[in-house]
């Protein structure tokens, strides 16, 4: 196997040419990464030293503290993902995740984390699309059905409600993007997440096949958390979370393999249909709602806390709901019994010249 080595100044020359000799690689070449208390100037690696990737199969990290701390190899780490290429140390080992051809135009929007805003951005870019192209949008959620499930039409209430009682999960983020985008969606499983975003097992190429069936213009795949869909897609759109990083641990890899990164962005909590009466807002957000034409008596960010949300279904006329964890089973349920009017919200994706950027990742239509 053709190799790349990471070396450092801290190494004298010869204990690095000897761990090459001994190590079963076939050598590109070597680059020096830093350090200089050993170097004299005419160091001999028995490699050449080099300043890419280029030919090899493997990076092998032979470096160590202080010049490579683990933050500075994790971003080495990144680019050789990013390459496509394994990354191997003395105890550790990074593999590309490994992803499913596909043969339709696709767009994947991915993110940092959890709640940070990406389902809200494949929404948009769904609606987006989808005013003069046939779009389908594949979801991967940790709550997905056990086979991939078509959502032709956005689900009404009622249909979220039956869901719910019938022990389904009711907020998955493919029912709130056919909600909310009005585009056919395929809803898919995945479990466990890699440091790169590689998921354990996942339905999703099987979503992905049922998508292709349709013959769309563009599928948009939908990550979940920080998991990549494990489609091998022409375009990808990286959300960063506020507050987070890009660039901690493999968050460089997720940057370097994406065509768009979004990361100074609002969003802008808005409704469907129009409010009346007292408003209390539920939402797994910010709590600024001061942009909306409504009474807000109450705002709740405690969808996920089933426990802090019971105490938030205070009395009004109507309930703002962000289709979420316990929107239905908790919120809407509540609202039902109480006679409270419910509205499902949705995100506005607020940043300047996004709309450029994304369109620009399709062909013009002719």
Request: glycine share 10%; aromatic share 4%; net charge negative.
């Amino acid at each position: 196997m053709r190799a790349v080595a990471l070396i450092d100044g801290e190494h004298y020359a010869p204990v690095v040419r000897d761990a090459l000799r001994a190590l079963p690689y076939e050598w590109v070449g070597a680059i020096l990464v830093g350090g200089t208390e050993k170097l004299r100037g005419s160091e001999d690696y028995g490699v050449p030293l080099i300043d890419d990737f280029a030919g090899a199969d493997v990076v092998v990290d032979l470096s160590d503290e202080p010049v490579l701390g683990p933050a500075e190899r994790m971003r080495w780490a990144s680019r050789a993902l990013a390459a496509g290429l394994p990354y191997v140390g003395a105890d550790f080992r990074f593999d590309p995740p490994v992803l499913e051809p596909f043969e339709l135009p696709s767009i994947a929007v991915i993110g940092t984390g959890k709640r940070v805003g990406k389902t809200a951005v494949t929404t948009h870019l769904a609606r987006l699309l989808a005013r003069d192209r046939s779009v389908v949008v594949v979801a991967m959620g940790r709550g997905g059905p056990p086979d991939p499930e078509v959502v032709d039409s956005a689900p009404s209430l009622a249909d979220l409600v039956a869901r719910s009682r019938a022990g389904r999960h009711a907020a998955s983020d493919h029912l709130e993007i056919a909600a909310l985008a009005g585009v056919p969606t395929i809803g898919c499983r995945r479990a466990g997440g890699g440091l790169a975003g590689a998921v354990f097992v996942s339905n999703v190429a099987a979503g992905a096949a049922l998508a292709a069936q349709r013959g769309p213009d563009v599928v948009v795949f939908d990550g979940s958390g920080a998991a990549i869909p494990p489609i091998d897609v022409d375009r990808r759109i990286l959300v960063v979370g506020r507050g987070q990083s890009g660039d901690d641990y493999l968050n460089t890899y997720r940057r370097l393999i994406s065509d768009v990164v979004i990361e100074d962005f609002e969003l802008r909590l808005g409704c469907t249909v129009p409010l009346a009466g007292r408003v209390a807002v539920f939402t797994a957000g910010a709590r600024d709602v001061s942009h909306l034409d409504a009474d807000v008596v109450h705002v709740s960010t405690n969808l996920a806390d089933r426990e802090a949300l019971r105490g938030d279904l205070v009395a009004a006329d109507t309930y703002l709901v962000e289709l979420k964890a316990a929107a239905i089973d908790v919120v809407v349920e509540h609202a039902l019994a109480h006679g409270v009017r419910v509205a499902l919200a949705h995100n506005e994706v607020v940043a300047p010249g996004l709309d450029e950027q994304l369109l620009g990742l399709m062909p013009v239509v002719a």
